[in-house]
């Protein structure tokens, strides 16, 4: 009963970033204009759920070993939400590389400019920043006399 309550807040949650983000999207959609789409989202083949939330169809449609939420993706803003929920997936994954950040996060959501996000948050996380210091380039000193008067 709990997890029925759950799910019914995460989809309403994100039917109203979607909602804000992307009002013209949205309207498109519902009107089945899915054709005149004209922003950045288009080529991610949009489509509306049964709880009026915008995915992406993807080419593995008829595979069907994945869920439907594995297979269509939930499309997800640039917003500080979506920034906060990467960041607890980089943290709960244990401070997971960029792309298996991105991997983790796509299984569910498909951000929009969302390498470019993972990128802003694992740059900035300490902890990955401590755990890869940058090697140092060592600087060649001058040969000795002996070795170049030969």
């Given amino acids: 009963m709990d997890a029925d309550y759950e799910l019914l807040g995460k989809n309403k949650v994100i039917h109203l970033i979607q909602l804000h983000f992307f009002p013209q999207e949205l309207k498109k959609l519902t009107k089945g204009k899915e054709d005149s789409l004209s922003s ?3 080529q991610l083949s949009p489509f509306l759920d049964n ?3 915008m995915r992406t ?3 593995i449609g008829e595979f069907e070993i994945l869920t439907n939420e594995n297979k269509h993706q939930i ?3 640039k917003c500080q939400f979506v920034y906060n929920l990467i960041r607890q997936i980089h943290f709960g994954n244990l401070h997971s590389t960029k792309l298996s950040t991105l991997f983790f996060v796509r299984q569910v959501y498909w951000p929009v400019q969302g390498k ?3 990128h802003k948050i694992t740059s900035k996380c300490i902890k990955c920043f401590r755990a890869s210091p940058k090697c140092r380039k ?3 000193g001058d040969l000795p006399p002996e070795r ?3």
């Fill in 40 to 42: 950045s989202i288009k």
């Fill in 51 to 53: 709880y009026g939330i």
């Fill in 57 to 59: 169809r993807g080419r």
């Fill in 75 to 77: 499309i997800m803003p």
């Fill in 116 to 118: 470019a996000m993972i």
């Fill in 138 to 140: 060592q600087i060649m």
């Fill in 148 to 150: 170049v008067n030969q």
